[in-house]
């Protein structure tokens, strides 16, 4: 790890003795940027299991040995309520050269002893690319925990953007930590806005509008900030996504009302059909990857649970009456799909719950009217 930041320009300000873990390296970049790590680093090796496949590598996490933790074996993973250290949990081959990073807020607290796979063709593609994100199904994941989760690998001229990347990372879903790592590089603050003509109406009217004013940035600065930002970004991102959703609705023929919320936790639009009651609309992005079927997916739950109440995470089929799944991840166009609450796969543990990993598939409708008429029909609406 230090010999990879030094490559990158870093200057090694303090690097903890190597029969100590967590590993914890402080370091100034090549532009006097001052960071560090605390590394819950692991060797990744080729151990054959039995009833594993062969074609699998994977990094065991353990610290001594198992009777020092044969009452006690759950594991907290330090974050520093700072954010000045950023914590990695990372597995890595010295000889191959890559390394493969999880999330760190997902696996704590962790138990020892236990291994986290990955495939060759992975390796593979962290090696020849330098950086490559996927996806892996979790075992066994409690009941308020993601059931995928989301890993990177890069090879050793990428680990400090691997370190840029956690930290910017740190509480994000598998899902948005998927997009934020297949566009790390089009993230960093490096890009510029193209600039318009001078006199350009859409140039003066991005700068005279109030945030410029209010903080004190021109617009080209304010969207480099947001593409600096990446979870900035990925927040940005939902908000479009409902914006665009709204424009939508609003040029379906019928559609007499239509506004956005915002109410913490609440649905994210309320629509009328032919001035008829008012409905509510919960708006998801869906994953950058399909299932194996070529089915956009979508993480659905909330972002944490009440304290006590596990299932409190998931949806209930009450809490919306229409879920509209944006499918820009797969098909880079603000295009939706709509569906009854009712009518989604129920959560396997959590009675009266919507499941969380949902698929869009033929069942989601392309209209949204067809949704608001079965809607008011169950309701002895007519309109």
């Given amino acids: 790890m230090t ?8 200057k090694i300000i303090h690097s903890s003795q190597p029969d100590r873990a967590p590993f914890i390296v402080a370091f100034e970049t090549a532009t006097g940027e001052r960071m560090g790590i605390i590394a819950y680093a692991f060797l990744a090796t080729r151990t054959l299991t039995k009833n594993r496949p062969p074609d699998e590598c994977s990094f065991q996490i353990k610290y001594g040995s198992k009777d020092t933790y044969a009452e006690e074996n759950s594991h907290e993973l330090w974050q520093d309520p700072l954010g000045m250290f950023t914590t990695l949990l990372v597995g890595i081959d010295p000889e191959r ?3 493969i990073s999880a999330d760190p807020v997902i696996h704590s607290p ?8 990955f495939k060759d063709e992975h390796i593979a593609l962290s090696a020849d690319r330098g950086w490559y994100a996927w996806q892996r199904v979790k075992r066994a994941t409690p009941l308020d925990a993601p059931r995928v989760e989301t890993l990177v690998g890069c090879n050793k001229e990428h680990f400090l953007d691997l370190v840029r990347f956690e930290r910017a990372a740190r509480g994000l879903d598998p899902g948005n930590r998927l997009i934020l790592a297949e566009g790390h590089v089009y993230s960093l ?3 510029k806005v193209p600039r318009g003509t001078d006199g350009s109406p859409s140039l003066h009217l991005a700068e005279s509008h109030p945030l410029v004013s209010q903080f004190a940035l021109s617009s080209e600065e304010i969207l480099d900030l947001i593409a600096g930002a990446r979870r900035l970004k990925m927040a940005v991102r939902g908000w479009v996504a409902e914006e665009h959703l709204r424009s939508t609705l609003l040029k379906v023929p019928g559609i007499t009302h239509c506004e956005r919320l915002d109410e913490e936790g609440g649905p994210d639009l309320k629509i009328s059909f032919c001035d008829g009651p008012l409905l509510t609309v919960e708006c998801k992005n ?11 997916k979508i993480d659905f739950q909330r972002t944490r649970a009440a304290k006590g109440n596990p299932c409190s995470r998931y949806y209930a089929p009450t809490d919306f009456d ?4 944006c499918l820009h991840g ?24 919507i499941a969380s990993n949902l698929r869009v598939d033929k069942t989601w409708a392309a209209d949204p009217i067809e949704m608001v008429r079965l809607i008011y029909a169950a309701r002895g609406v007519s309109v």
């Fill in 286 to 296: 869906v994953a950058r990857e399909s299932d194996r079927h070529g089915l956009p």
């Fill in 322 to 325: 229409i879920v509209a799944a």
């Fill in 110 to 117: 962790t138990k020892f002893f236990i291994r986290l796979e």
């Fill in 330 to 353: 797969v098909t880079s166009d603000w295009s939706f799909r709509y569906a009854l609450p009712g009518r989604l796969p129920p959560h396997k543990s959590c009675v009266g719950r």
């Fill in 3 to 10: 010999g990879a930041l030094q490559r990158a320009g870093c």
């Fill in 189 to 191: 603050p490096t890009s």
């Fill in 97 to 99: 050269g890559y390394c």
